[in-house]
C-alpha cells in the first residue's frame, strides 16, 4: 500500500543545541514506515521558523496529504494556530500532536482559537491520559491517544542490586522544569550521604543553567553540568547512575523519564501533569508534590535503604514501558494516518 505524504511541522531545533524533539523522532520511524516526511523548521529565531513553516507549507501545499502539528502551550502554540488555519484554508487534513503539560490551560484561556484548532482537524493525537482527559472533559471528540514512543532495544536494561546516592537528571534547562530542586534535593541528601552525586543533563533554556551553577557554587556543591548531549552519550552515562529525578512543575509525559524507566533507573518525580497518568506511586516509580525538595530527598532516602524496593519498581517500570516500544506504536500511527 502506497504511503501518504506528510508535512510535519515543530520544532525541530537539534541541531543548533537545543534538545531532540518528538518532531525529530517520529519523522525518521514514519520514514521507515514508508511515508514521505518533509519537515519544518530548523530554524533557530522564532519569527524565522514560522516564515520558515508558512513557506514550506504553500510550497508544498499542492503535493502532501496531510499536516502533522506538533502543538504545545507556550508561544509556539500559535504557529500551530496559524498552520492549521491554512490547512482549513487550502482543505488540507491536518492533526495536532498535543505536547505541554499547560495545554489544557489554553482550553480556558483560548477557548474560540482552541474550538477551531481542535475542532477543525482530522484528529488530535494525545501521548498520554493526562492531555487525553483533559480535553474529553473540555468536549473535544475528536481525539486519540497514541503514546510517545522509544525503540526499547536502544535502552539496555541494568539491575541494580545496590542502590547508591548517584542521581541523574536530564532536562532542559528551563524554569518549567524547576532545575533548581534537583540541586536543592542534592544538598539535602548530602547532609546525610557525603559521598553522594548528582548530574544534570541538557542544554540552558532561559538562564536557568547559569541559577543552578550560582546555587551549586554557593553551597559548595560539586554538581556535574554535562550540557546537551546526544541520546546514545547520556544513555550510555545513565550506567553509572542509580536513581533517576524529575522535578518539573509542569509535564506531559516526557520521553526521558520513559528512557529512564527502560534503562532500570528507578524515578522520584513530581507530581504534576501526566506524571499520574505515566507511573503508578509506589509501583513503577515515586510521585512527589512539587516545590517541596525535602519531602523528594526523603523518597530517595527510602530507596537508598530499601534495594529490594528499589529493584522491584526498577522491574515493574520496565515492564510498562514495553508498552512504549515502537514496534506496538507504530500499528497505532498507521492506523491514523491510513
Same mark, same amino acid.
Given at each position: 500500500?502506497?504511503?501518504?505524504?506528510?508535512?510535519? !511541522?515543530g520544532n525541530?531545533?537539534?541541531?543548533?543545541?537545543?534538545t531532540?524533539?518528538?518532531?525529530? /523522532?517520529?519523522?525518521i520511524?514514519?520514514?521507515?514506515?514508508?511515508?514521505? !516526511?518533509?519537515v /519544518?523548521s530548523?530554524k533557530? &529565531?522564532k519569527?524565522?521558523?514560522?516564515?520558515?513553516?508558512?513557506t514550506?507549507?504553500?510550497?508544498?501545499?499542492?503535493t502532501i496529504d496531510?499536516?502533522?502539528?506538533? /502543538?504545545?502551550?507556550?508561544?509556539n502554540?500559535w504557529?500551530? !494556530?496559524?498552520i492549521?488555519?491554512?490547512?482549513?484554508?487550502?482543505k488540507?487534513a491536518?492533526?495536532?500532536i498535543?505536547?505541554?503539560?499547560n495545554?489544557?490551560?489554553?482550553l480556558?484561556?483560548?477557548?474560540?482559537?482552541?474550538?477551531r484548532?481542535?475542532?477543525?482537524a482530522?484528529?488530535?493525537?494525545?501521548?498520554?491520559g493526562?492531555?487525553?482527559d483533559?480535553?474529553?472533559k473540555?468536549?473535544?471528540?475528536n481525539? /486519540?491517544?497514541?503514546?510517545n514512543?522509544?525503540?526499547l532495544?536502544?535502552?539496555p536494561?541494568?539491575e541494580?542490586?545496590?542502590?547508591a546516592p548517584?542521581?541523574l537528571? &536530564?532536562?532542559?534547562?528551563?524554569?518549567?522544569?524547576?532545575?533548581?530542586?534537583?540541586?536543592?534535593?542534592f544538598l539535602?541528601?548530602?547532609?546525610?550521604?557525603?559521598e553522594?552525586?548528582?548530574t544534570?543533563?541538557?542544554?540552558?533554556?532561559?538562564?536557568?543553567?547559569?541559577?543552578?551553577?550560582?546555587y551549586a557554587?554557593l553551597?559548595?556543591?560539586?554538581?556535574?553540568f554535562?550540557?546537551?548531549l546526544?541520546?546514545?552519550?547520556?544513555?550510555?552515562?545513565?550506567q553509572?547512575?542509580d536513581?533517576?529525578i524529575?522535578t518539573t512543575?509542569?509535564?506531559?509525559?516526557p520521553?526521558?523519564v520513559?528512557?529512564?524507566?527502560?534503562?532500570?533507573?528507578? !524515578?522520584?518525580?513530581?507530581?504534576v501533569?501526566?506524571?499520574?497518568?505515566?507511573?503508578?506511586?509506589?509501583?513503577?516509580?515515586?510521585?512527589?508534590?512539587?516545590?517541596?525538595?525535602?519531602i523528594?530527598?526523603n523518597?530517595?532516602l527510602?530507596?537508598?535503604?530499601?534495594p529490594?524496593?528499589?529493584?522491584l519498581?526498577?522491574?515493574?517500570a520496565?515492564?510498562?514501558v514495553?508498552?512504549f516500544?515502537w514496534?506496538?506504536?507504530?500499528?497505532?500511527?498507521?492506523k491514523?494516518?491510513?
Open positions: 500500500m502506497k504511503r501518504k505524504k506528510l508535512l510535519y !511541522v525541530a531545533l537539534s541541531d543548533s543545541g537545543k531532540l524533539t518528538h518532531i525529530e /523522532t517520529l519523522s520511524y514514519l520514514r521507515l514506515e514508508g511515508y514521505e !516526511v518533509i /519544518t530548523k533557530i &529565531v519569527m524565522y521558523r514560522i516564515i520558515d513553516m508558512v514550506t507549507f504553500f510550497r508544498s501545499k499542492k496531510l499536516v502533522l502539528l506538533d /502543538t504545545y502551550s507556550t508561544t502554540f504557529y500551530a !494556530v496559524l492549521a488555519k491554512l490547512c482549513r484554508l487550502y488540507i491536518y492533526i495536532p498535543l505536547h505541554g503539560g495545554l489544557p490551560l489554553r480556558n484561556t483560548n477557548p474560540k482559537v482552541c474550538k484548532l481542535f475542532g477543525g482530522k484528529i488530535n493525537i494525545a501521548p498520554s493526562y492531555l487525553f483533559a480535553f474529553a473540555a468536549n473535544h471528540k481525539i /486519540t491517544l497514541i503514546p514512543t522509544i525503540q532495544e536502544n535502552y536494561f541494568k541494580r542490586s545496590i542502590v548517584k542521581l537528571w &536530564v532536562r532542559s534547562f528551563a524554569q518549567i522544569y524547576n532545575p533548581i530542586m534537583a540541586v536543592e534535593v539535602l541528601l548530602k547532609k546525610e550521604y557525603p553522594a552525586q548528582l544534570m543533563v541538557g542544554p540552558d533554556k532561559d538562564g536557568s543553567l547559569e541559577r543552578c551553577k550560582q557554587t553551597h559548595n556543591l560539586q554538581v556535574i554535562t550540557g546537551k546526544s541520546k546514545n552519550e547520556w544513555v550510555e552515562r545513565s553509572e547512575f536513581i533517576f524529575n512543575n509542569f509535564d506531559n509525559t520521553v526521558s520513559i528512557e529512564a524507566m527502560a534503562l532500570g533507573l528507578p !524515578v522520584v518525580s513530581t507530581n501533569g501526566g506524571m499520574p497518568f505515566l507511573i503508578q506511586n509506589g509501583k513503577d516509580g515515586i510521585l512527589v508534590n512539587p516545590d517541596a525538595p525535602e523528594f530527598t523518597e530517595i527510602k530507596l537508598l535503604k530499601n529490594k524496593d528499589s529493584h519498581i526498577a522491574l515493574n520496565r515492564d510498562k514495553k508498552t516500544d514496534s506496538k506504536v507504530k500499528e497505532l500511527w498507521n491514523v494516518l491510513s
